[in-house]
C-alpha cells in the first residue's frame, strides 16, 4: 500500500493553463505538506496544513492555491502557469506538526 | 548565506568504503536534525532522526549531531551501490509549524 501517493506523476503543460496536482496519504495523519524541488534539486517548502487548517504558507504567488477537502486529502491548484513553475512537486504528511514528514513519490511538472 | 549548507558533490566511492556526509547551519534554533536519501526519480525517504546533540546508530548508518559547531554528519560504514543516491539534510526548530529546512543534498555513487 502507497503512504502518501500523488496524482498525476508526470504532467506537461503550456505556459497559461490551470493544472491540479492531487495528494492522498492514507497513514492517518494530521498534517500535510506541498513542497518544490527545482532543478539542482533544491527541497523548499510551499505550504502546510493541519487537520485542514493552514498552518505555513511561504512566499509562493497567489496563483498557487492549496486545497485541503479532508485530513486524508491536500491538493494544489495552480493558474496561469509560467515556466519557472516548472520542477517537481512534492507531497508529505506527518502525524502532526511536530513529528517527522513522509514523503510522496512527486509529480513532475513541465511548462511549454 | 543559506541556512542550510552542503556539498553537492558528486562523490564516488568504491564499494566497502566509509562515506561521510556533511552539512553545517547557522541558526542556532535548529533542534530536530534529519537525513533523506531520494533515488533518481522517487521521494525522499526518511534514514535518520536526531533530536539535539549527539550520535545515533541504525545498522550501517550512524547519525553526528554537534550544535556547538553547528555541523551535523552521516557516516555509512560499508558502503554498497544500492547507497547509490542523493543525500539530503534537514532541520528544523520545532515548535508550531515544524518547518522543515534542507541542505542541496549530496550526490553519492558507490562504484562496485
Known amino acids: 500500500d502507497t503512504a502518501v501517493s500523488q496524482t498525476p506523476k508526470y504532467l506537461v503543460t503550456q505556459m497559461g493553463n490551470d493544472k491540479s496536482i492531487k495528494c492522498e496519504q492514507n497513514?492517518?495523519?494530521?498534517?500535510m505538506y506541498w513542497y518544490k524541488q527545482d532543478s539542482k534539486k533544491f527541497l523548499k517548502i510551499m505550504f502546510s496544513?493541519?487537520?485542514?487548517?493552514?498552518?505555513i504558507n511561504e512566499t509562493v504567488p497567489n496563483r498557487f492555491s492549496p486545497k485541503s477537502p479532508d485530513k486524508a486529502h491536500l491538493n494544489l491548484h495552480i493558474n496561469s502557469l509560467e515556466l519557472g513553475d516548472s520542477a517537481v512537486y512534492f507531497c508529505?504528511?506527518?502525524?502532526?506538526?511536530?513529528?517527522?514528514?513522509?514523503f510522496g513519490p512527486g509529480t513532475r511538472l513541465t511548462v511549454l | 548565506q543559506k541556512e542550510v549548507e552542503q556539498d553537492p558533490g558528486p562523490l564516488s566511492v568504491p564499494e566497502g568504503a566509509i562515506v561521510s556526509l556533511n552539512c553545517t547551519y547557522s541558526?542556532?534554533?535548529?533542534?530536530?536534525f534529519m537525513w533523506y536519501r531520494q533515488y533518481s526519480r522517487k521521494g525522499p525517504e526518511l534514514l535518520m532522526y536526531?533530536?539535539?546533540?549527539g550520535n545515533k546508530e541504525d545498522g550501517r548508518f550512524t547519525a553526528q549531531v554537534d550544535k556547538s559547531s553547528k555541523y551535523i554528519s552521516l557516516f555509512i560504514r560499508d558502503s554498497q551501490p544500492s547507497d547509490s543516491a542523493t543525500y539530503l539534510c534537514?532541520?528544523?526548530?520545532?515548535?508550531?509549524?515544524?518547518?522543515?529546512?534542507f541542505g542541496t543534498g549530496t550526490l553519492l555513487a558507490v562504484q562496485p
Open positions: 508529505a504528511s506527518s502525524q502532526s506538526f511536530s513529528d517527522t514528514q513522509y
Open positions: 497513514l492517518g495523519h494530521d498534517t
Open positions: 496544513y493541519n487537520n485542514k487548517e493552514l498552518i
Open positions: 541558526n542556532s534554533a535548529f533542534q530536530y
Open positions: 536526531t533530536y539535539s546533540s
Open positions: 534537514a532541520m528544523s526548530a520545532g515548535g508550531a509549524t515544524n518547518k522543515l529546512i
